[in-house]
Antibody, heavy 114, light 110 residues
Framework: EVQLVESGGGLVQPGGSLRLSCAAS????????MNWVRQAPGKGLEWVSH????????YYADFVKGRFTISRDNARKSLSLQMNSLRDEDTALYFC???????WGQGTLVNVSS | QAGLTQPPSVSQGLRQTATLTCTGN????????AAWLQQHQGLPPKLLSD???NRPSGISERFSTSRSGNTASLTITGLQPEDEADYYC???????????FGGGTKLTVL
């Protein structure tokens, strides 16, 4: 059974940093690209970043370029998102999503507030 | 980055048929196809159909998808109360190299 479990969310002040992690199981992790997708409270889905199975290429949404960094550790079956210079508008539930959006984690909540 | 276009809401009667649409352009929906996701309140999205119009195991045959040009469609037959949810389409844009989502359609079963 495919499982994706996010962690690392929390309350952070504007300008602060946070690192999200996603533990994957139930499939050959290195064979799949992975994504981070977020959903602000009461809003729709918004794609954040993608990393291929081998670790490259990497793509970002314009609104996170230069602030967020996606990475993966295939040996540990782990996906990460380093988020710097956080803004109020980054407040959202962040989902770890496999490949072409076929499996989703439960999400981890990031709250950027002073 | 403009997203894909979905109607904000659709309402249809119990046991009726609802068709939801998703419009993009030749770089995303028209070229790569669109995946469809269902999201119930408080839960993560669930894949209903991939970009090749294939349903994952366990998804009811009442859900079917198609594409014509730059518009993808999700048709739900025999509407049930549990079909009330938000529905999103998603497509890879080969020109912008980004994943796109529609704004979502809230389906109400009357």
């Amino acid at each position: 059974e495919v499982q994706l479990v996010e962690s690392g969310g929390g309350l952070v002040q504007p300008g602060g940093s946070l690192r999200l992690s996603c533990a994957a199981s139930g499939f050959t992790f290195s064979n799949y690209g992975m994504n981070w997708v977020r959903q602000a409270p009461g809003k729709g889905l918004e794609w954040v970043s993608h990393i291929s199975g081998s670790g490259g290429p990497i793509y970002y949404a314009d609104f996170v370029k230069g602030r967020f960094t996606i990475s993966r550790d295939n040996a540990r079956k782990s996906l990460s998102l380093q988020m710097n210079s956080l803004r109020d508008e980054d407040t959202a539930l962040y989902f770890c999503v496999r490949g072409t959006m076929d499996y989703w984690g439960q999400g981890t909540l990031v709250n950027v507030s002073s | 980055q403009a997203g894909l276009t979905q109607p904000p809401s659709v309402s249809q009667g119990l046991r009726q048929t609802a068709t939801l649409t998703c419009t993009g352009n030749h770089n995303n929906v028209g070229n790569q196809g669109a995946a469809w996701l269902q999201q119930h309140q408080g839960l993560p999205p669930k894949l209903l159909s991939d970009r090749s119009n294939n349903r994952p195991s366990g998804i009811s045959e009442r859900f079917s998808t198609s594409r014509s040009g730059n518009t993808a469609s999700l048709t739900i037959t025999g509407l049930q109360p549990e079909d009330e949810a938000d529905y999103y389409c998603s497509a890879w844009d080969s020109d912008l190299t980004v994943w796109m989502f529609g704004g979502g359609t809230k389906l109400t079963v009357l």
